[in-house]
């Protein structure tokens, strides 16, 4: 799952033009105390409740504060991970997701990730993972599970994304297996790019760490 898919919707930013009073009665609208600033598509920081009330008068905008905003952010093509990690190190509960020119598209919150970790609960079963590269007028995801099945294993679950610019489908597929090489070997014997592996030792070490990252990031 990547940052653009898992946008909050329906959540803005705060204009560097908006007062301080303004952007106080959005967080309350938004149930937040954190909300990124932006100067039209421009990502300025994060701000948050106590910095806006250190400006002189709450009718003042946001620009006329005196003060350096954090700014965190992930780009549109992180995985999820990658945004609880962004939250963890700068200590935020909104990640804004920036594109590939640096321009501003949305925020994710602590909210959206947890609904996507609780959709993702097969990643704690034990197995490995692979990453494919497929030319987009190659894709069919029956010949993959197909390969796979030929080769003794299940696909517990998978996740895809088109990278418009090369025209390949990202695939990443996590197997009921950690013994993966002959499942690479047939990928590699079909022409498929394996771009990544994950065995089990190491996929499930990385699982726990993200998510004691969101349990941290939850503050549960």
Known sequence: MYAREIVSEGLHSLDL???????IVRMHEYNVNQLPV??????????????????????????DLQVQLKRPYVHEDAHFFEVMKAAIEYGVKVVPVLSADEKYIGLITAESCMRVFATQQSVMVEGGIIELSIP????????????????????LTYYSHIDQANS???VTIKLNT???SAIIAAFERYQYEV??????????????????????YLDV
């Open 17 to 23: 033009s908006d007062s301080g009073e303004r952007a």
């Open 38 to 63: 932006t100067d039209g598509d421009k990502y300025i920081g994060i701000i948050n409740m106590d910095e806006i009330v250190a400006l002189r008068h709450l009718n003042d905008p946001l620009r």
């Open 168 to 170: 390949t489908v990202e």
């Open 136 to 155: 987009v007028k190659d894709f069919q995801l029956s010949e993959i599970a197909r390969i796979v099945e030929s080769n003794n294993a299940t696909i």
């Open 178 to 180: 950690s013994e993966l």
């Open 195 to 216: 771009k990544g592996v994950y065995n089990d030792e190491n996929y499930n070490e990385d699982v726990k760490d993200n998510y004691d990252a969101l349990m941290k």
